[in-house]
């Protein structure tokens, strides 16, 4: 139940006006999150980290179930670990923050805070991999990770967040690369299922690779305002990391051979993916299987009948509980306009209202979130019908955001030309660019050009395109590749 607190202070910016203010505004007035004197650094309040759990929770099972354990490994990594692998360090020493002092004194060597833990993990392998009967290993890590990011916005990118990391080791690259898709169908599946958010899968350019990998793959996902978020990582390594940290194994011929590494991860910023992808001008719209709270109950009516209705509402609420449904009770003494103005805007996927006529009746009155629906419900086929909806709100939040990425997604522009001039139009006409297909001739120049005149970048390659396209979109010469483009996050 809820105690007696403050509610709506003020009105939530419209997404049309301005997007970003409109997600800071719903994320603070949703109580999900606050600011702390640490640049970058939010607070999780518990409706925030309850979304992460449930998030983990659906990952941790998925990863269990294909043979994957949990580990934890040191948050300080030293500054050698980093110079065994070039390119890694390379792609990540913008981000690093340093620990050069302990105790009062200076450390002989300069300690980084984890922007991610390939370099720690690949020595802890080195010394746990022996033989081909130590393969493979499958371990995943979840942990905070620090990258000190220049623009900040909370969930979606800060200086300290919250993640898993998945990281394998294998015989035989054949394994590895399985592993390496093995875990971004997972994602897809986590994202896509629990999350409602659709996705496009693909494999990154090798400009937007990780640093230090052969292959990166990623889901990414299309928000209101047409910008991608990149939502999750699969690396295929092949054998950087065991050169560098020399891990290697002896084969059933008694050979010693490098093995092949994975790294998989995805982060907090799944929060503020779907927020962007289902919120609204009224604020939160959540998943219900992610949702912290699924039903808030509100007793309506003349305060004289309020005793015999919160009595009747006690019993349902038990009766719901019973049924594995997350449910609340707001008793506060506010009036049920402000509350339902407060849980909605708290996104939480069905309201009942129940007042002495329901009483009557034998019935109770529930609210859909998402569509603003109300359904009278019979009292006896109240837990049922919940549950009926809830899945019904599920469902139709992925077919919404399917219908919107649909909409948003354009396959006839094929020069840069035509691509200025969408830009232009829907900036005139205040609309959302959306996503481009677009050809690409592999080229890095033309990639980096296009970004530079258009801040487009290259969002992954598909692994399903609707088209093909037969020129790059910046030199006209034959496209090696068909890309998905957008701004993002």
């Known amino acids: 139940m809820v105690g007696k607190k403050g509610g709506i202070s003020k009105e939530i910016t419209p997404q049309s006006v301005d997007f970003s203010r409109w997600y800071i505004d719903t994320i603070k007035k949703a109580d999900l999150m606050d600011y702390t004197p640490v640049r970058g650094c939010i607070v999780f309040k518990p409706d925030g980290y309850e979304l992460w759990e ?21 948050m300080l990594i030293p500054e050698t670990f980093f110079e065994k692998e070039k390119e890694h360090i390379e792609g990540f020493s913008p981000e690093l923050p340093w620990v050069t002092e302990a105790a009062g004194e200076k450390l002989e060597e300069r300690l980084a805070l984890r922007p991610t833990s390939e370099t720690m993990i690949g020595h802890m392998y080195s010394q746990w991999i022996q033989s081909y009967r130590d393969l493979p290993v499958l371990i995943n890590q979840w942990a905070n990770v620090f990258r000190w990011e220049k623009r900040t916005l909370p969930f979606l990118r800060t200086s300290e967040f919250l993640w898993q990391e998945g990281h394998t080791a294998h015989a035989t690259e054949e394994e590895a690369r399985e592993e390496t898709l093995q875990m971004l169908e997972i994602y897809r599946e986590v994202i896509e299922e629990e999350l409602a958010i659709p996705l496009f899968v693909g494999q990154k350019t090798p400009s937007e690779k990780f640093a230090g990998a052969i292959d990166t793959y990623s889901v990414e996902a299309m928000m209101k305002d047409g910008k991608s978020v990149q939502a999750g990582t699969s690396h295929y390594m092949g054998t950087n990391f065991a050169k560098g940290f020399e891990i290697k194994y002896l084969d059933k011929e008694n050979q010693l051979q490098y093995v092949h590494t994975t790294s998989w991860g995805t982060s907090t910023r799944l929060i503020g993916s779907m927020i962007m992808v289902h919120g609204d001008d009224h604020g939160l719209v959540l998943p219900p299987r992610v949702a912290p709270t699924q039903v808030v109950m ?53 309201r009942i209202e129940l007042g002495p006529r329901d009483l009557e009746q034998n019935q109770a009155i529930l609210a859909r979130r998402d569509t603003g629906e109300k359904l009278p419900v019979s009292i006896e ?15 139709d939040l992925f077919q919404r ?19 200025h001039q969408h830009l232009e139009i829907s900036e005139q006409e205040n609309q959302v660019p959306g996503w481009v297909l677009a050809g690409w001739c592999g080229d890095d120049e033309c990639e980096a050009k296009i970004k530079q005149e258009t801040r487009f970048t290259t969002r992954n390659i598909p692994f399903q ?25």
């Open 54 to 74: 449930r998030i983990q929770q659906a990952m941790d099972r998925r990863f269990k179930e294909t043979g994957h354990r949990n580990a934890y490994f040191p």
């Open 298 to 350: 509100i007793p309506v009516g003349p305060s004289k009948t309020r005793d015999l209705v919160v009595e009747k509402m006690h019993h349902l609420y038990e009766q719901l509980k019973a049924s594995d449904i997350r449910v609340r009770m707001d008793l506060r003494d506010e009036t049920p306009g402000w509350k339902f103005n407060e849980w909605e805007m708290r996104g939480v996927p069905i």
């Open 381 to 395: 086929q109240l837990a049922a019908q919940v549950k009926e909806q809830l899945e019904a709100i599920q469902k």
């Open 401 to 419: 955001a399917l219908q919107f990425q649909s909409e948003h997604m354009h396959l006839q522009i094929n020069t840069l030309e035509q691509l």
């Open 465 to 489: 395109s609707p088209v093909e396209k037969e020129v790059c979109i910046h030199c006209g010469q034959q496209a090696k590749h068909t890309v998905w483009f957008a701004r993002s996050y």
